[in-house]
Structure formats: C-alpha cells, structure tokens
C-alpha cells in the first residue's frame, strides 16, 4: 500500500576469529522493526565464504557455534527484559534494542555494527537489498519470520493484541515449584481457553528436548476440558511432523495450523473476531 512505511534500524553482523590478528568479516544482518519484530540472517558456516575466511575445523566449530547461539537467543527472547531461560541482553519491545545488543557483544567474536535508521515502503525488499549490499553472498529470500512472528503481525493488524489475544504468557505448571514457568504465544477465550504455540525451528538435538520436555510439562499440567492447544507452523519437514503427530494423539483438543495455508488463518481470524472475549488479559489473570 503506498504510503504505509515501517521504521526502524540495522546493524550489520561480523565475526572476528581472532583479536590480535583483527581479520573481520561481514556475517549477517538484523532489522529491528519500530513494532518489535526482527527479521535476521547469518552466513552459515558451510558458505563457501565463511569456509575460506576461516579455514580449519576448529574455527568453523568455534563459529557455529557461536551464530546458534545468537539464533536460539534471537528467536526465543521474550517480554521487555528480552529473557531467555532466566538470561537477558536487551528486549525488541524498545528501541535501544540494537544499540544493548552491541554494547552486550563488545569484546567478543560476534560484533554489531553502530545501529542505523532506516524507513522503508518494502521491509523484505530492503532487508534483501543490505544482505546482498554488506554479506556480498546472498542465497534468497531468507527473511527470519518464524510462525510466532508472523501471527504476531496478524494479530497486530486485526488489533486483537491485550484485547482478544494476550501473547507471551508464562504459566506455572508445578505450582510446589514456583520459579518453573512455560510460556504460552498466544491465548484467547472462547468458553474454554486457546493457547496457540508455534512450533520453533528444530536447529539441534539440544534445542528439540528443550523444547519438547518443557510442552510435555505444559500438557501433563492442562486440564484438556477448559483447554484446548493448537500448534502453529509454517513450514513442514520430517522432525516437525514427528513432534506434532506425538502431541497430537494426547488428546482430542491438540490441533494444529498451518500458517500458510490463506483459509486456516482465516478461519482463525474469523473465529477469535466473533467469539473470543475482549478482556482476556482479565481473564488469565
């Protein structure tokens, strides 16, 4: 739509192996969005770039493992304190969000750029052209808006956010072990409470058990005849099928939606705006 520009800043990402030799080399981007959102990439460390720059096994490894870090904390962040499993660098609830992370990362391998303003009519379009600008090696459109992201926005433009829908709720499953929480994406009520949670992308063994032990928490905890789940994805591969057909044979009110899918979304658009209560934030308290 002309007219309609989003807001927000950049920062270029760059990896120093080694900080007496200083060779740096330009790995990624992150755009924060002025709404919250981020979109992201970073070389991964089979890119025939990353593989000459570094070299040998050991820096390939260091650097893997250094980018999945900034993958899973970038992903998973949640609320205005930006936490992730009690540890937090900066929240995209604020603006400053680029500027902590650099501050956060000064002195370490991963560097931030100084962040910059940027307004735009065509974030996708904007965010290709600094990828292929800055990393110099760009292999599509690989804008990161995960499943949560991408509901958020729509839930954003329907303005169901803290009205119809509340969104990174933490619950207490064990209620003897008070400091374990599960966070819920989305909720909304319809006579029995709707908790959406979007499925995240499976990048390690590590990342699957997290993920998987702490949703068997949630389900061993819900009472299935005031609760109903349903998982959202947007992409299909074999591990997330196998992950969601074990949840779904718990119980008849685990579902599933595929964001892709114009009609799923539109049904859940259209059900949440005739029958969700409007004071849910009241509700779940």
Known sequence: ???????????????????YLGEVINIG???????????????KEDNPKIRSFL???????????????????????????????????ASPCYSDFLSNMKNYFAGKALIFTEPKLFRTSNPKKFFDSLF????????????????????????EQHDFLDKKVA????????????DITVKIDFIYKNGVLNYLQAVPEIESPGKKMEWV?????LFDSVDFTKVKIKFLYDKHN???????????HFNKNVKTLNI??????????AEIEKNAHDNVLELIS
């Open 213 to 217: 032990a702490k949703t068997k928490m």
């Open 238 to 248: 074999e591990e997330i099928d196998e992950i969601i057909s074990y949840f779904e």
């Open 55 to 89: 070299g040998t096994k050991h820096l390939l490894n260091n650097y893997k493992f250094s980018v999945q870090i900034l993958g899973y904390y970038l992903e998973n962040l949640t609320g205005f304190d930006g936490e992730v499993a009690d540890f937090s660098i």
């Open 132 to 155: 292929a600008k800055y990393v110099g090696v760009f292999e599509g459109s690989k804008v990161r808006e995960n499943a949560k992201t991408i509901v958020r926005s729509i839930f």
């Open 167 to 178: 969104y990174d709720h933490q619950i207490k499953p064990i209620k003897a072990l008070k």
């Open 29 to 43: 981007i992150i755009l924060h969005n002025e709404d919250g959102t981020l979109h992201y990439e970073f070389l």
């Open 260 to 269: 892709s899918d114009d009609d799923e979304v539109e049904n859940l658009i």
């Open 1 to 19: 739509m002309e007219g309609t520009r989003t807001a927000g800043a950049y920062s270029i990402i760059r990896y120093m192996p080694d900080e």
